[in-house]
């Protein structure tokens, strides 16, 4: 009778333990569970653009934008700055000026400095020259011209001894005469009846050449600035979120269930 009123005591003592455990654990679950809901954001996150959520696509917050106006879909925001009317607004938030972060690669970071964007056209420039060279160079070597009094310009074509000037200047002048047929099409009609002849005519296709070689390279420096921004608006994950203090909880929440407070 003894033992058996023992093993029932110690049984009970058990059952006892468990329970406690038992309901120590629903506590902390629950304590868990209330935690997470105080810290859980209330509003859900939606595009400021198109007023779609995350299930739409990726939202990032680009800027330092509250409520509403924080998160953007990375394709809205780029169509957005392809769009922008304003130029500054390519890079930068039109409503807080923020300017936006990027994880750009080396390349893409040169493409935005405007020395480089000038170095790269004068590039495209001097390739295009040469191209312009070896064109004139064939067509001299199949269409020999037979007059050799043609003014001051075509003569240090024909005649000078240092072949690579030759080249070159066929080139710049292929170039200078389409740049100034495609200006010509830009500016009020103007006459070209009794020009005057000789020395004065080599003048005039000298200023024609350089303003042709200046329309040239500022349309190709235009070609350089947009192709770099088109670069830079198709890398739609490079874009980085920018971090909010506010959004970051006072409380850690760890995976085991505890709690620890931030310092």
Same mark, same amino acid.
């Given at each position: ?18 329970? !406690?455990?038992?309901? !120590? ?12 809901? $105080? ?5 859900? *996150? ?11 696509? $990726?939202?990032?917050?680009?800027? $330092? ?16 700055? *392809? ?7 390519? =890079?930068?938030?039109?409503?807080? *000026?923020?300017?936006?972060? =990027? ?11 405007? %020395? ?6 004068? /590039?495209?420039?001097?390739? /295009? ?12 070597? =199949? ?14 074509? !024909? ?25 010509? =099409? ?28 200046? *329309? ?42 505890? %709690?620890? !407070?931030?310092?």
């Amino acid at each position: 009778m003894r033992t058996s009123a023992e093993t029932r005591s110690t049984l009970g003592d058990v059952y006892a333990h468990s329970m !406690a455990q038992a309901e !120590a654990r629903q506590y902390l679950t629950r304590l868990y569970e209330s935690i997470l809901e $105080r810290s859980a954001p209330t509003e859900e *996150k939606v595009c400021r653009i198109c007023s779609g959520t995350a299930a739409d696509g $990726r939202l990032i917050s680009p800027c $330092r934008c509250k409520g509403s106006m924080k998160y953007v879909h990375v394709e809205c925001l780029n169509q957005w700055r *392809k769009v922008a009317t304003n130029r500054d607004n390519f =890079f930068q938030c039109q409503t807080c *000026k923020y300017k936006y972060k =990027f994880k750009r690669t080396w390349f893409a970071g040169l493409l935005t400095n405007p %020395v480089i964007v000038g170095l790269c056209t004068v /590039l495209v420039l001097l390739l /295009l020259i040469v191209l312009c060279g070896f064109f004139g160079l064939m067509l001299g070597y =199949f269409f020999p011209s037979e007059e050799e009094d043609v003014g001051f310009l075509w003569f240090l074509i !024909a005649g000078h001894r240092w072949a690579w000037y030759d080249f070159l200047l066929r080139g710049v002048t292929i170039v200078g005469l389409s740049g100034f047929a495609q200006l010509i =099409f830009c500016i009020p009609r103007f006459g070209v009846e009794n020009q005057p002849r000789g020395g004065r005519v080599d003048v005039m296709v000298l200023i024609i050449i350089v303003a042709g070689l200046i *329309k040239v390279f500022a349309e190709l420096y235009s070609s350089v600035r947009e192709w770099s921004e088109y670069y830079l608006a198709h890398a739609e994950s490079l874009i980085l979120d920018v971090p909010d203090d506010d959004d970051d909880p006072s409380i850690s929440l760890h995976r085991d269930g505890s %709690v620890s !407070a931030k310092q």
